[in-house]
């Protein structure tokens, strides 16, 4: 079992910056990858970032140049952070972890917090 929590989010106007935190406890010893998502209202939830635990890290073209995903594996804890934020970067955002073995896979997702970027 791996829980998550989300924090950071918040109100900023655009052309701000957030950093997002993503919490992790429990067997995190076994996750392979943690991705942050994020669901703007009446639309469907969308990838935004991943990281791998092999240090890879890959983002959305809309994010590409802004956003930057790290870890600190001291805390376990994955940060998001966002740079130039544009009203339509206003979403609620989730991490996800990703556990995989032989012949498993499952995903484990945060509660989310919520980005609101002014114009």
């Known amino acids: 079992q791996v829980q998550l929590v989300e924090s950071g989010g918040g109100l900023v106007q655009a052309g701000g910056s957030l950093r997002l935190s993503c919490a992790a406890s429990?067997?995190?010893?076994?996750?392979?990858?943690i991705g942050w998502y994020r669901q703007a209202p009446g639309k469907q939830r969308e990838w935004v970032a991943r990281?791998?635990?092999?240090?890879?890290?890959y983002y959305a073209d809309s994010v590409k140049g802004r956003f930057t995903i790290s870890r600190d594996n001291t805390k376990n804890t994955v940060y998001l952070q966002m740079n130039s934020l544009k009203p339509e970067d206003t979403a609620v955002y989730y991490c996800?972890?990703?556990?995989?073995?032989?012949?498993?896979?499952?995903?484990?997702w945060g509660n989310g917090t919520l980005v609101t970027v002014s114009s």
């Open positions: 996800k972890a990703d556990v995989r073995g032989p012949g498993y896979a499952l995903d484990y």
């Open positions: 990281g791998s635990s092999g240090g890879s890290t």
């Open positions: 429990g067997s995190t010893v076994s996750i392979s990858a």
